[in-house]
């Protein structure tokens, strides 16, 4: 079956430490997104990549990074830059430029710092 | 003012009522729009998209787009408690070369019975 596979899928993170969220499909799409969600708000967008070896920051950018080494990879890391890392973390994809905008949802990841 | 806007709600409808979901955008030149539903958890899925003004029906669920007024609804028909969840409106914007999506903070919706 097609689809996004982030993992973990709950993850507990000290202060101070770096963390790597998965972010791996399988639908041979173009472009790839992170999202972070806090509890009652909408999504916001912290890294996107319309292709390999290219990714812009989004609105959120500042205490996070990515590479995109490979088209069906978006891996994401939380740095201990970002203040305030509790969150839910959604990675999507859609087919690419010049497509409707559609995007596919991983079942995403929930971090927690203790 | 935010780029997409919506009424964090909660909104509450009792079962076999029409629901109505409401956004608004900022972008005159948005040609894409969407409806996602959220359960508490789980990720957002796909549940409309429009892209030309009027009305698109699907099963209960029907979009309305006016782009003159930068006003996107959602109505669900004959309710039910299964539709109780978050409903996230989303416009795909194209900034410096690159489309992404910018979700609003979406409306929390219970249906009782």
């Known amino acids: 079956d097609g689809g996004i596979t982030q993992s973990p899928k709950y993850l507990f993170r000290k202060e101070g430490q770096n963390v790597t969220l998965s972010c791996e499909q399988n639908?041979?799409?173009?472009?790839m997104y992170w999202y972070r969600q806090d509890p009652g708000q909408g999504l916001r967008l912290i890294y996107y990549s319309q292709i390999v070896n290219d990714f812009q920051k989004g609105d959120i950018a500042e205490g996070y990074s990515v590479s995109r080494e490979k088209k069906e990879s978006f891996p994401l890391t939380v740095t201990s830059a970002q203040k305030n890392p509790t969150a839910f973390y959604l990675c999507?994809?859609?087919?690419?430029?010049?497509?409707?905008?559609?995007?596919?949802f991983g079942e995403g990841s929930r971090l927690t710092v203790l | 003012q935010k780029e997409v806007e919506q009424n964090s709600g909660p909104l509450s409808v009792p079962e076999g009522a029409i629901a109505s979901l409401n956004c608004t955008y900022s972008d005159r030149v948005s040609q894409s729009f969407f409806w996602y539903r959220q359960y508490s958890g789980k990720s957002p899925e796909l549940i409309m998209s429009?892209?030309?003004?009027g009305d698109k029906e699907d099963g209960r669920f029907t979009a309305q787009l006016n782009k003159a007024s930068q006003y996107v609804s959602l109505l669900i028909r004959d309710s039910q408690p299964s539709d109780s969840a978050t409903y996230l409106c989303?416009?795909?914007?194209?900034?410096?070369?690159?489309?992404?999506?910018?979700f609003g903070q979406g409306t929390r919706l219970t249906i009782n019975p």
């Open positions: 999507a994809s859609s087919i690419g430029w010049g497509n409707t905008g559609e995007l596919f």
């Open positions: 989303a416009v795909k914007l194209v900034r410096q070369g690159a489309q992404k999506l910018v």
């Open positions: 639908l041979n799409h173009d472009a």
């Open positions: 429009i892209y030309s003004n």
